[in-house]
């Protein structure tokens, strides 16, 4: 079997390594704890947490043992990294809420019990004593080399709190417990993260007089190296809730040529051999690549039933083929179609467009069509003669977002 090491720089997860050499010989001769904190800062995982989570699962399918650290304590401070401004402070109740959203997501990719991973909660941070602490492990951190992460130099200038400076002394206390407890030696993290990392990698070396390891996993990127997940409504998230099953399947459908392969080694376990080959398609293949990082993609996170529907629903759009029933759909009573309804007005219940000058922008554009006839103005009215096909109505908005309108 391949070093896990190995496996993640292969797949183009690594981005940056403490002490790689000495961490790859470690990984290739015995098994290895890790561990990736997530703070609770929505009630869902986003495809952006998607290369750590694939990350952790390659390690964990190589033998190694995965510590999910969810952020009870570090969450009701919030990470100052790549951010503008501080975070909202949440309640305890709002921080209890979303960590066991996440904890029902994680499942999906990581298997817990017995002689497999383990989950905690840092609630020990909300126990400690500032004096204690600030006594027995703050002269350890350097306030100068603090300032010169990336995570507070960004900050310096629109205003840093002394509330979101702790939290580099807080995650670095987080390894060097999990250290003692369950002998763990690597923090995974991503590349906003290396700051934090170091300080727990050097507080282990003060502390306890022992080595341990970091490792940041890259970004997830467009072909420019602007960050993915994002459409025009808003995050691309895991739960089927906030983003449909359809819509997540469309978002990987339609990334850009550029970035197909490079997902396809780091967003499935397809083999590397089978994905070299489709480093040669071309054109209409190119396409069928990208249907099959879609289809993967959401076959690991909202499983293979889901993502059959949605590839069909795809299918019955652009292929003429497959079955219109599992795209997203909007159930609209037939009274508030009956008198007819402005266009924009119908946009807005089908939650295609945030505002009304962004409606009749598209309109303006070309960019909206009913049942495949573009429509010309945004004073435009849809009544129930759209309806006629089993009273539903086909909306498009620009050349890859289709909605269904179902009276009721």
Known sequence: MHN????????????????????????????????????????????????????????????????????????????????????????????????????????????????????????????????????????????????????????????????????????????LHLYR??????????????????????????????????????????????????????????????TPPYEFYQYWRNVEDSVVVRNLKRLTFLPLEEIAEMAKWQGAELNRAKDILAYEITKIVHGADEAEKAQSAAKALFAGGGDLENMPTTEIPRAEIAAGINVIEFLEKLSLITSRGEGRRLIQQGGVKINDAKIESHEHTVNESDFANNNTALVQKGKKIFHRAKLV
């Open 181 to 242: 407890k369950h002998n763990c030696a690597l923090q995974l993290g991503g590349t906003d993260q290396w700051g934090n990392i170091i300080a727990g990698v050097e507080l282990i070396r003060r502390v306890e007089g022992k080595q341990a390891y970091g490792l940041t996993v890259n970004l997830l990127t467009t072909g420019s190296g602007q960050k993915m997940g994002k459409t025009a409504k808003g995050a691309v998230w895991l739960s089927a809730e906030k």
């Open 4 to 175: 896990a090491y190995d496996v993640l720089k292969e797949r183009g997860f690594i981005a940056q390594c403490t002490h790689e050499d000495e961490l790859r010989e470690l990984m290739g001769r015995e098994k290895v704890t890790f561990y990736m904190g997530y703070d609770p800062t929505a009630d869902s995982l986003t495809a952006g947490h998607l290369l750590t989570l694939m990350a952790h699962a390659h390690l964990q399918k190589a033998g190694h043992r995965l510590i999910t650290l969810m952020g009870t304590g570090t969450g009701m401070i919030g990470d100052p990294s790549d951010r503008t401004e501080m975070r909202g402070i949440m309640t305890k109740e709002k921080v209890a809420h979303h960590i066991a959203c996440f904890k029902e997501q994680f499942a999906r990719f990581v298997k817990y019990g017995e002689n497999a991973a383990i989950m905690e909660e840092n609630d020990w941070l909300l126990d400690l004593r500032l004096v204690d602490f600030m006594r027995e492990y703050g002269i350890h951190f350097s306030v100068n080399k603090m300032l010169a992460a990336e995570c507070y130099k960004s900050r310096l200038e629109d205003g840093l709190t002394a509330f979101e400076f702790t939290y580099m002394l807080m995650q670095a206390y987080d390894f």
